[in-house]
């Protein structure tokens, strides 16, 4: 079955929502956000975790729900993967989608503020626990991919005092969020210190928006003086992975920071941010992820359904066409992007990456 087909047959989920504890008022704000869970579908992972962690409090009965995973054929590594999530969201959230999530699911249960502090560090460097082995999906082609990046932002950042800096920049379904997850977690397995961002939680709040372009949506101003700047020389490396939470429609300035140690790196991932005048000098690396039109124009149409107003496939590839298409086309072009970055992958298969330059 299609990653698309299995999107739009909610029904079977719904038992896996009352099955975990959903209170039935909810049900229609959680179903829709499982079905991608069950293909491996990498965008819904982190918006699965949040909905029932925010909607079954004190956290969703994995075990009475453990029949119909079985009937709908989950495997004991995906059951793993959805309890370590969980029980990770609130104690050591380490994704973009994480750190939203974990202030949005604490303010929902109404936590004290101390609970926010957490073990990877929230004003504080914390201990850590480096990953040691590639998981067990990451594919060969993946893995010798994320030595050659790694070691090259390494070797870049020799001579440069601070965190490295690790820009990730491509088309909308490119592939940028998962390239950047990876290469966080390879730091991560070589025992360093590593923190996530994504442009995506530095919007500008929709009613502010000057223009409708797609890079009018981001506030660069902020990923530089709450992201970026701070991990620069001098700079007290105290920072926000957001500025902007979309969900709850609020501002996220007033967060406690993240410290990022010395050695540490910031991989951050957005649209058109390699070339951005208030972000392009300050990247040790700069990588540009690519994919043909059609291959991102159907990842976008599985992804967004999951907050779109109209999820139907040809409202989402209309969209895609008229919206996005364009504005990313001209900005890869104007810009020269694929000519200024170090490091150019084409991710047209994610099996098989190539690293072309």
């Known amino acids: 079955m299609s990653l698309l087909t299995e999107r739009h047959s909610v029904t079977p989920y719904r038992d896996i929502a009352v099955a975990a504890g959903v209170p039935a008022d909810d049900l229609d704000r959680v179903i829709g956000l499982l079905p991608l869970m069950v293909t491996g579908f990498e965008a819904s992972r982190h918006d699965l975790l949040w909905a029932l962690a925010c909607l079954c409090p004190p956290g969703p009965d994995l075990a009475a729900a453990r029949p119909t995973l079985d009937r709908l054929g989950w495997t004991d590594a995906e059951r793993d993967e959805l309890a370590a999530g969980l029980d990770r969201l609130l104690d050591d959230p380490r994704y973009p989608e994480e750190w939203v999530a974990h202030d949005t699911v604490a303010a929902a249960r109404r936590l004290s503020g101390v609970r926010w502090i957490t ?63 990876e290469i966080a977690d390879e730091f991560r397995r070589r025992g360093t210190w590593a923190v996530r961002a994504c442009v995506d939680f530095f919007k500008v709040p929709p009613e502010l928006r000057q223009a409708g372009g797609v890079g009018d949506m981001f506030d660069r ?23 902007w939470d979309g969900w709850t429609q609020r501002d996220l300035l007033d967060r406690p920071r993240l410290a990022v140690p010395e050695d540490g790196v910031a991989v951050v991932d957005g649209v058109m941010i390699t070339t951005a005048p208030e972000l392009r000098d300050l990247w040790t690396l700069r990588i540009w992820v690519s994919a043909g039109a059609d291959t991102r124009r159907e990842r976008m149409v599985v992804r967004d359904a999951l907050w779109s107003d109209d999820p139907s496939p040809e409202a989402l590839r209309k969209r895609f ?37």
């Open 119 to 181: 073990p990877r560090g929230l004003r504080t460097q914390g201990d850590l626990e480096p990953l040691t082995d590639p998981p067990a999906g990451l594919l060969p082609g993946r893995v010798g991919l994320l030595t050659e990046l790694a070691d090259r932002a390494i070797a870049r950042g020799r001579d440069q005092p601070g965190p490295l800096l690790i820009a990730v920049d491509g088309g909308t379904g490119a592939g940028k969020s998962t390239l950047a997850d």
């Open 221 to 243: 101003a902020a990923v530089r003086r709450e992201l970026l700047e701070p991990l620069l020389p001098g700079g007290d490396r105290l920072v926000r992975t957001a500025s």
């Open 321 to 357: 066409d008229s919206r996005f298409k364009p504005d990313e086309e001209k900005y890869r072009i104007e810009s020269g992007v694929e000519s200024v970055v170090d490091a150019v992958v084409d991710n047209d298969d994610p099996a098989r990456p190539v690293l072309l330059r």
